[in-house]
């Protein structure tokens, strides 16, 4: 199995939201860590904003997102909002991620693995 941990606190933070791009991955597992004012939304897009016969688009250009459930790994419930620290798991299903809202957290990890 492969993993890549990526810290997205920053983006969190600075820019309310962060994209990232889960095509190549089987499993993503988001851990907000500490505390959390407000609320992160998670959506999801298989619509990487690119222009037909012209480019290829990609987690910046992605487009079209809409509500995904991830599941709470403490409770086994699964969730669309983030507002509490914890794992949360999401099945690829999407090629891109997206969390946002109105919130600031202390830390964001999110750690995507290719299973074998």
């Not at 499993?27 to 619509?47: C, E, L, P």
């Not at 688009?57 to 969730?79: C, E, R, S, Y």
């Not at 997206?98 to 299973?115: E, F, H, M, P």
């Amino acid at each position: 199995m492969e993993t890549r941990v990526n810290d997205y606190t920053y983006n969190i933070n600075n820019a309310g939201h962060v994209t990232f791009d889960t095509g190549e991955w089987d499993r993503t597992t988001i851990q907000a860590i500490g505390s959390i004012s407000g609320v992160f939304g998670i959506y999801g897009s298989i619509d990487d904003g690119g222009v037909q016969g012209q480019f290829y688009g990609n987690a910046a250009l992605a487009t079209n997102f809409t509500p995904i459930q991830a599941t709470n790994l403490a409770t086994g419930t699964k969730v669309t909002t983030i507002s509490a620290a914890g794992l949360y798991e999401v099945d690829n299903n999407a090629k891109f991620i997206q969390l946002t809202g109105g919130a600031s957290i202390y830390k964001i990890l999110v750690a995507n693995r290719k299973i074998y």
